[in-house]
């Protein structure tokens, strides 16, 4: 079965740094893999994305300059680099993996694209 796991959330405070890890089963070499985000009362977005053989393809743009998206296709775990926090970076944060849903550069950032979630993990920037 599939399954990706994440990592490295907690609690910091306004200006800080974290870093998420998602570590993945099964091979993707070559599937689109994401970062979304959930804050309390709010919709479900794309924070980062990277394509394999391409890189990263997407930032939402209120993290452009400040998040990192990687992926260690060695280790199969994917990252996301998050510094100068700020407390509207508050959420839960899902890594997810889309195979064969992604046709369109707007599906990048759409989660309904994706098939494989992990279980999230919680990101909280204290002001």
């Known amino acids: 079965a599939v399954r990706l796991i994440e990592s490295g959330g907690g609690a910091v405070q306004a200006g800080g740094s974290l870093r998420l890890s998602c570590k993945a089963s099964g091979d993707f070499a070559k599937v689109c893999m994401g970062w979304f985000r959930q804050a309390p009362g709010k919709q479900q977005e794309g924070v980062a994305v990277i394509y394999s053989g391409t890189g990263p393809v997407y930032y939402v743009g209120s993290v452009k300059g400040r998040f990192t998206i990687s992926h260690d296709y060695a280790k199969n775990t994917l990252f996301l680099q998050m510094n100068s926090l700020k407390p509207e970076d508050t959420a839960i944060y899902y890594c997810?993996?889309?195979?064969?849903?992604?046709?369109?550069?707007?599906?990048?950032?759409?989660?309904?694209?994706?098939?494989?979630w992990g279980q999230g993990t919680q990101v909280t920037v204290s002001s």
């Open positions: 997810a993996a889309s195979v064969g849903r992604i046709r369109y550069s707007s599906d990048y950032s759409d989660p309904e694209k994706y098939n494989y």
